[in-house]
């Protein structure tokens, strides 16, 4: 017998096939045929930023990854997978990289409790804080600090994305392809651009320390 919170998600399931069907009969149909996203999105885990409900658009328009604070790492195979399909195959133009405000991950990052297995993972995001310490030691208010942090995780990783294999031989045989840092509000729902738009290798050294220098010092 299905335990009853499956029963839950599978009549949720029922109900939402039923109202898609009954606004755009032929949804599923034209979904079914092929995937043509412009978008890779690359995101957090956290369960309160579902990646294509918080930009308005049907399934479909977004290649999605999500991890635990939006981390793209050389050691990560899954993830560097993902961006290969979605850059070789897909032909996505965008790659977006998003964070948000109060990520658990980068709060356990800064404040380091015993969480097991996880720690290994968290070291990533350690590595960003002790990269930038100076300015994370400016700023007095731990919720601040941890936001702060949020941000300067996001441009990180977008500058991990454009070091990777798939980018740089994207970007070297022509093919348009912009990478995106952005950053979630969980207190108001809006997506914030960073100001990381990457579009070839001459622009990551460049607009790395232009967004930096734009972040607030406290």
């Known amino acids: ?16 096939s039923a109202e ?9 149909a034209r979904l079914s045929k092929q995937q043509t996203p ?4 690359i995101g957090c885990a956290d369960s309160r930023v579902p990646a294509s409900q918080v930009v308005g658009m049907d399934p479909g ?29 897909l032909k996505v133009e965008h790659v977006v990289v998003c964070g948000h405000y109060g990520c658990g991950g980068v709060k356990a990052a ?19 804080a002790h990269r930038h310490a100076d300015r994370l030691n400016n700023v007095n208010e731990p919720e601040t600090r941890c936001d702060r942090l949020c941000e ?14 798939t980018v740089r031989t994207a970007w070297q045989r022509g093919q348009t392809l912009v990478l995106h840092g952005l ?29 930096l220098k734009r972040l607030p010092t406290d």
């Open 183 to 211: 950053i979630y509000g969980l207190k108001d729902g809006l997506l914030r651009d960073l100001g990381l738009d990457l579009a070839g290798p001459d622009d990551a050294a460049q607009s790395y320390d232009r967004v």
């Open 110 to 128: 800064l404040d380091k409790p015993e969480l097991g297995l996880i720690e290994h993972w968290l070291r990533h995001i350690e590595d960003v």
């Open 20 to 28: 898609t069907k009954s606004r755009d009969p032929d949804f599923f």
């Open 38 to 41: 412009k978008y890779l999105w």
């Open 152 to 165: 300067l995780n996001v441009i990180e990783q977008v500058m991990n994305l454009a070091r990777t294999t």
């Open 1 to 16: 017998m299905p335990h009853p919170h499956i029963d839950e998600l599978l009549e949720k399931n029922r109900v939402w």
């Open 61 to 89: 328009h977004l290649f999605v990854h999500r991890n635990i604070a939006n981390v793209v790492v050389h050691s990560d195979v899954n993830c560097l997978s993902v961006i290969q399909y979605a850059v070789e195959v």
